[in-house]
């Protein structure tokens, strides 16, 4: 398995931005994916889900109604759409499957915002 994370980067209050996941070694379409973070001191988080199949998403009540998780089974990739972003949600974004009782992590992108 080896998940990939990238498209992090520094954003303004308000502003958007997507980060993307690129899944190998495993049969994506089988399988559901998450979006952790983890702030500096804090631990680490869920922030999105989405299943498979049927593509249910859930989300933490925190990031409800500006995030958006979503995949394209053809790239074998998870996206985070994150609008309205505020400086809370400043983490390192980690992408995660859960499979046969494991837990398989990306390395992360960096999430900054800040004006």
């Known amino acids: 398995v080896n998940l990939v994370e990238s498209g992090g980067g520094l954003v303004q209050p308000g502003g958007s931005l997507r980060v993307s996941c690129s899944a190998s070694?495993?049969?994506?379409?089988?399988?559901?994916m998450s979006w952790y973070r983890q702030a500096p001191g804090k631990e680490r988080e869920m922030v999105a889900r989405i299943s498979s199949p049927g593509g249910i998403t859930t989300y933490a009540d925190a990031v409800k109604g500006r995030f958006t998780i979503s995949r394209d089974v053809p790239e074998n990739t998870v996206y985070l759409q994150m609008n309205s972003l505020k400086p809370e949600d400043t983490a390192k974004y980690y992408c995660?499957?859960?499979?046969?009782?494991?837990?398989?992590w990306g390395q992360g992108t960096q999430v900054t915002v800040s004006s």
């Open positions: 070694g495993f049969t994506f379409s089988s399988y559901g």
């Open positions: 995660n499957l859960r499979r046969q009782g494991s837990n398989y």
